[in-house]
């Protein structure tokens, strides 16, 4: 079926139930950003396959609203579907959820499926009806229409241990009862995939480059419940869980056994899914705030830290011999888009404990590289040549620890403004690796330090700046982040997030250097407590697409630091025509 027909298809529940607007989140019962693939409603509705964004769908209309990552993207994959796309964040687009008052009548229905939209989500869309006369209502109406949904199979749970973990199960459930205590909570329910790996030290395989699993924890003051597929976890998983002290029940037993609580105060974050709200809400009181867990999974403990610098180095070897094989072979042999992606997973498949991709590779040909999460298609991906540029971002899964890089070079000759650009964005990059800042600051705070190169061009990118980055675990990690939007999270010794400025021009090129950054103590003075950030990630920069007069002398310097420190980790692994190669890339500018 086509998205058009699958539309119609949905009307025509949508008749049948009076429901005047239908929304299409992109989620699943866990919320989370990358999706198993029975839970990919709204790219199976609409055929867009970004991993923001939602559809809403009306009796005449339909719209997705995305963000700046996927506006070139986004009208491709929505061609001839009748979905108008909405441009988040930009002047003029209108909130979607007065689009859907405009588009409905008073007393209208409006519907979702409570199971995969958070409570957050539903408040704040009940509340805006319900002022102007429109009712929100849960009705699951994809389930009648998507009958032959995949199934995420029965991967192992296994268990990730100490020795890479750096801390027990038990010793992090005690963790989070104190702070339930302090938060006088007598349950805590988790329900975020990758918070139920990290506090049990399991890892899994049900959502694709994602080392997690289905499952749901509840956490009494005695008592701690792993919900989840009993047959998928090893015999060592059910052993740990025994030492923890974790009984293990059924996934399908969840919502019965909230509904057997009563009389309970319950820590639960706003990102938990309405069923689970609407389970518990008769007969319990709610303490809605962020999972403690998460703030403890985004600082990094040494161990873990270990971890990154010891993939990080291991990565960087594969990456390198990945582009010199790219840019000896580009002109010579065929290639396309896709088989370049397959070639750099081979090349990391070659290091030890190797698991597989923290995400699809993006590989961006010339004016694909404008596609900011462009992912090249096995069929009809862009034959690639030694013309022009290439952006290649990706990443990987080791068991100790996960990487993401992004790298934009020249496979043969390049503009000048190319150059002019990419040296712009390098100089966000570098300028955002040398920050100082004191105790307390938000990732907000120092955005600008990537942006600046561009901004006093006239020029800008869409997309954040860094995001949180997980221990052999979620590419994507929260709570902290680099970007314009307003996070009140500060920035704490431990914490991996990403130095990814880009700069992009349609049809033309995409530019993005990333490296990965932690954040550690600088030193205290008189006034604070300052930071500062460790560059994690090795591999060079191409210095025939930087233009050194536009650099300063200490961005200068900071390169050929780095370069240096690229030399002494990555030379030692490498050797022939290769190492020579390298070894002229990591001279100094």
């Known amino acids: 079926m086509t998205a058009k027909e699958k539309v119609a298809l949905l009307r025509a529940e949508m008749q049948k139930n009076d429901i005047e607007a239908f929304i299409v989140y992109s989620a699943d019962p866990h919320m989370s950003e990358y999706l198993p693939e029975e839970w990919k409603e709204r790219s199976w509705i609409s055929g867009f396959t970004g991993s923001a964004g939602f559809v809403v769908i009306t009796k005449e209309q339909a719209g997705l609203w995305t963000d700046g990552r996927y506006f070139t993207q986004a009208p491709i994959e929505l061609a001839g579907s009748g979905i108008d796309l909405y441009k988040d964040g930009i002047e003029g687009t209108p909130h979607y959820i007065d689009w859907i008052i405009s588009q409905t009548s008073e007393n209208a229905k409006v519907a979702v499926n409570a199971l995969a939209t958070s409570h957050a989500n539903w408040d704040l869309l009940a509340t805006k009806l319900e002022q102007n006369n429109r009712k929100l209502v849960d009705l699951p109406l994809l389930k009648n229409i998507w009958t032959e949904r995949p199934s995420s199979g029965k991967n192992p749970i296994f268990v990730h241990p100490l020795e890479r973990a750096g801390k027990s199960a038990a010793d992090k459930i005690a963790d989070i009862r104190q702070k339930m205590e302090e938060q006088s909570a007598s349950i805590h329910i988790i329900s975020s995939l990758d918070d139920v790996a990290w506090t049990l030290n399991l890892r899994g395989s049900d959502v694709e480059c994602n080392p997690i699993f289905l499952a749901y924890i509840t956490i009494t003051k005695n008592e701690t419940l792993l919900f989840t597929d009993l047959e998928k976890l090893t015999t060592e998983a059910h052993q740990a869980m025994e030492e923890a002290h974790v009984k293990i029940l059924p996934y399908q037993e969840f919502f019965s056994y909230l509904e057997g609580i009563s009389g309970e105060s319950i820590l639960i974050s706003p990102n938990t899914n309405q ?47 990945f582009l010199y094989w790219l840019t000896h072979t580009a002109g010579k042999e065929h290639l396309t888009e896709y088989s370049i992606s397959e070639r750099l997973r081979a090349f990391r498949a070659e290091g030890d404990n190797f698991m597989g991709e923290s995400f699809g590779s993006i590989i961006g040909y010339q004016g694909n590289g404008a596609i900011i999460h462009y992912s090249p298609a096995k069929e009809g991906s862009a034959e690639v040549s030694n013309v022009g540029s290439i952006l290649v971002d990706s990443g990987g899964q080791y068991l100790e620890g996960t990487t993401d890089i992004t790298r934009t070079f020249p496979l043969g000759e390049i503009s000048q403004e190319f150059k002019e650009d990419s040296t712009r964005v390098l100089q966000g990059l570098i300028r955002l690796s040398m920050v100082k800042f004191p105790k307390g600051t938000k990732g907000v705070q120092l955005d600008a330090f990537a942006r600046l190169p561009l901004w006093q061009e006239g020029k800008d990118y869409n997309h954040g700046t860094g995001h949180g980055v997980g221990s052999f675990m979620n590419v994507h990690e929260g709570p902290q982040n680099i970007r314009k939007d307003m996070n009140p999270q500060e920035l704490l010794p431990g914490m991996v997030v990403s130095n990814e400025p880009g700069y992009y021009v349609e049809n033309k090129y995409g530019i993005r ?45 900071w390169l050929n630091q780095y370069h240096k420190a690229c030399e002494e980790k990555l030379a030692p692994h490498l050797e022939g025509d290769i190492k020579e190669w390298f070894l002229d890339l990591v001279s100094p500018l």
């Not at 103590?521 to 300052?530: G, I, M, Q, S, Y």
């Open 275 to 321: 069923s689970v709200y609407d389970t518990l809400k008769a007969n319990n009181s709610f303490i809605v705030a962020p999972v403690p867990g998460n703030l403890m999974k985004a600082i990094k403990n040494e161990t873990e830290l270990k971890g990154f610098r010891t993939v990080m180095e291991r990565d960087g070897v594969a990456i390198v011999k």
């Open 513 to 557: 250097h990333e490296n990965l950054i932690v954040v550690k103590e600088w030193k205290k003075t008189e006034w604070n407590t300052f930071y500062e950030f460790e560059t994690l990630t090795f591999c060079p920069f191409f210095k025939n697409s930087i233009v050194k007069e536009m650099l300063s002398s200490d961005e200068i310097a």
